[in-house]
């Protein structure tokens, strides 16, 4: 399994970008999909999952601003992030899970940043 995203960039305060992360392989339609992000000096931590299902979960610090959806069809998940904020500024790396499985990806990684 492979995992491409991109969309990142350059916004400023108050703006809008939309991520996307594209998967090879045939479980993604069983994967609960996620995006992570990763400020310079700080841990990785979770913004959004989605299911198999579409049933979405979000981080505190971005519901209501971000949403996570997903394209079984195209294999690939999206991101939208609204009302982005200096804060929200990391690096966005997507991930797939199949937990019955065991299996785990990650994708390499866009840069988001929101400076004026």
């Known amino acids: 399994v492979q995992l491409q995203a991109s969309g990142g960039g350059l916004v400023q305060p108050g703006g809008s970008l939309r991520l996307s992360c594209a998967a090879s392989?045939?479980?993604?339609?069983?994967?609960?999909m996620g995006w992570y992000r990763q400020a310079p000096g700080k841990e990785r931590d979770l913004v959004a999952t989605?299911?198999?299902?579409?049933?979405?979960n979000y981080a505190d610090f971005v519901k209501g601003r971000f949403t996570i959806s997903r394209d079984n069809a195209e294999e690939t998940v999206f991101l939208q992030m609204n009302s982005l904020q200096p804060e929200d500024t990391a690096i966005y790396y997507c991930?797939?899970?199949?937990?019955?499985?065991?299996?785990?990806?990650w994708g390499q990684g866009t840069q988001v940043t929101v400076s004026s």
């Open positions: 991930n797939l899970r199949v937990p019955l499985l065991g299996y785990e990806y």
């Open positions: 392989g045939s479980i993604f339609r069983r994967a609960l």
């Open positions: 989605i299911n198999s299902g579409g049933a979405a």
